[in-house]
């Protein structure tokens, strides 16, 4: 394979660990992923290997690049498994900062009676030093000030002045972003749901547009369906999509609209 032809706008059939030794250095702008965590759901039987994935990651993304993993944990023998804590640690291990942890609050899942039913994920936030792109999305504050809300603050030479701070009625958004399974998708793409374990369209497109700009270049090594490609497609932005299935590419192909190539 050839970097970058056969690499940009397409979906690429392989293990992420070998096709993203082809991806040049500090080249990738964005990776927003799902893994296939503790084998919850059944993949086709695919594995993967994080540790190898986490340092090919660190060496591909640009400097002020971030990684949106989206992931939860199996409760196993009775205990929740800390798989996703252990994977956010390691990629601190390797050089990368912790960000954020987000919350992807979803609906709940059904559980034996022992417990709360789960609903949420964690999307962490991982980023190669400081996020270089930040285009918060904007929400109402439930709370306006009717005034200009004046506070006593230090001037240079270290006098106490009155500072004006300005009238909004807009802020950033929380950190838990609620969002339904189907957040988005569109009734036509009915062609998604044929993978077991998508994420919403609705997700991914808020990720992109925090963290990137129009033209950047945004990875997903573990596409799945190709829900992270179609938004990137959509909101102007190069992407990349791994996918170690032959029938999970051809379903993000064909929601890329792309050829099917085999
Ligand atoms: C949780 S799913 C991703 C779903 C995706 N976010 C979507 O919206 O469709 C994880 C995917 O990782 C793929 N996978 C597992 N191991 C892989 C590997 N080593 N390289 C590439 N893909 C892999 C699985 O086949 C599965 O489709």
């Keep these: 394979m050839k ?41 086709k039987g695919y594995s993967f290997d994080f540790e190898g994935i986490a340092n090919e990651l660190y060496r591909i993304i640009k400097q002020g690049g971030v990684i949106v993993w989206v992931v939860g944990d199996a409760t196993i023998n009775g205990s929740e ?70 506070k006593s603050h230090r001037n240079k030479k270290g006098e106490f002045g009155l500072l004006k701070v300005p009238k909004t009625k807009m802020k950033i958004d929380g950190n838990i972003w609620k969002i339904s399974q189907g957040g988005g998708i569109s009734t036509k793409d009915k062609i998604a749901h044929e993978h077991p374990a998508i994420f919403p369209d609705k997700l991914a497109e808020r990720h992109i547009k925090s963290w990137s700009n129009e033209g950047d270049l945004i990875l997903d090594p573990m596409c799945g369906s190709g829900t992270t490609c179609k938004m990137a497609k959509l909101l102007k932005r190069n992407y990349i999509g791994i996918e170690i299935s032959k029938d999970y590419c051809e379903i ?11």
């Design 3 to 43: 970097y970058p032809d056969d690499f940009i706008n397409k979906i690429i059939q392989g293990d992420c660990l070998d096709v993203m030794k082809e991806i040049p250095d500090n080249s990738i702008d964005l990776v927003i992923t799902s893994p296939p965590y503790d084998n919850l759901r059944d993949y």
């Design 81 to 150: 498994t800390g798989t996703s804590f252990k994977q956010a640690l390691y990629f601190k291990e390797i050089g990368f900062n912790l960000h954020d942890t987000m919350i992807w609050e979803r609906a709940t899942i059904p559980q034996s009676g022992h417990r709360y039913e789960p609903m949420f994920e964690y999307m962490f936030i991982i980023s190669k030093g400081k996020p270089k792109t930040f285009n918060p999305i904007m929400v109402k504050k439930l709370f306006t000030e009717t005034r200009k809300v004046k």
């Design 252 to 262: 993000a192909r064909k929601r890329l609209g792309q050829e099917i190539l085999f």
